[in-house]
């Protein structure tokens, strides 16, 4: 049998993770990946109104040993850190702490700390925190929506044409769904693409259009 290409701490964080699940009533969260692309990570964090310090940090993994281990020693990392702090945490960083990283899994161990830089500017985000406030277009909706994942197909409604017609106009973004109102998916879709374009700051209503039956 040949050698896996992990190190013992590697295997160790794999095997035994660290701060494994979801906090319901995060200040903070970020998913990214795709189960379709076989890695995705999900992260959490609680953080303190006044120090900023990040009290709680939770993920969860759907993906490789470099993945999961990835996830259990970010949260490690941050946690106890202020947002400022833990924004510059690296995959560098992760991978120092780990022993080393296979090149062949870079990718997927990114997603972690992506996940990590996610949550704390989604906290920053909902706190009105965000220092360079730069006007909503259609670019940065389709870019946030691409963190939307097309159940029947595990990529993102964006490349899978499900959301088409995204305009933004005077405070307001209209897109339309194709999909009937009464599909399944629908409602945990609208709910998503609500959770990722409702706290940009010069938005006031979203306007999500679903096809006729």
């Known amino acids: ?58 993920f969860e993994s759907y993906g490789c040993a470099s993945n999961i281990a990835t996830g259990s020693i970010i949260t490690e990392m941050a946690k106890g850190k202020t947002i400022d702090e833990a924004k510059k945490i690296t995959w560098n960083d992760a991978a120092e702490e780990l022993g080393g990283l296979p090149k062949m899994k870079t990718h997927c161990s990114v997603l972690a700390v992506e996940g990590l830089q996610a949550a704390i500017a989604d906290y920053e985000e909902k706190h009105g925190l965000v220092k360079e406030q730069k006007p909503t277009t259609k670019e940065i909706v389709e870019k946030r929506l691409r963190h939307v994942m097309n159940p029947m197909t595990g990529l993102d ?12 106009k005077d405070g307001v973004i209209s897109l339309k769904v194709d999909l009937v109102e009464d599909h399944q998916f629908a409602n945990a879709i609208k709910e998503d693409i609500m959770e990722k374009l409702e706290h940009l700051w010069d938005i006031e209503e979203i306007s999500i259009e679903f096809k006729d039956s």
């Open 1 to 58: 049998m040949a050698d896996l290409p992990y190190t013992e701490k590697v295997i160790e964080y794999f095997k035994n993770p660290k701060n494994v699940g979801k906090i319901e009533d995060a200040d903070g969260k970020a998913k990214e990946g795709s189960p379709a692309c076989g890695d995705m990570v999900s992260v959490y964090i609680k953080v303190d109104e006044e120090t900023k310090e990040i009290t709680d940090i939770k």
């Open 157 to 168: 409604v964006v490349r899978t044409d499900l959301i088409n017609d995204i305009k933004v």
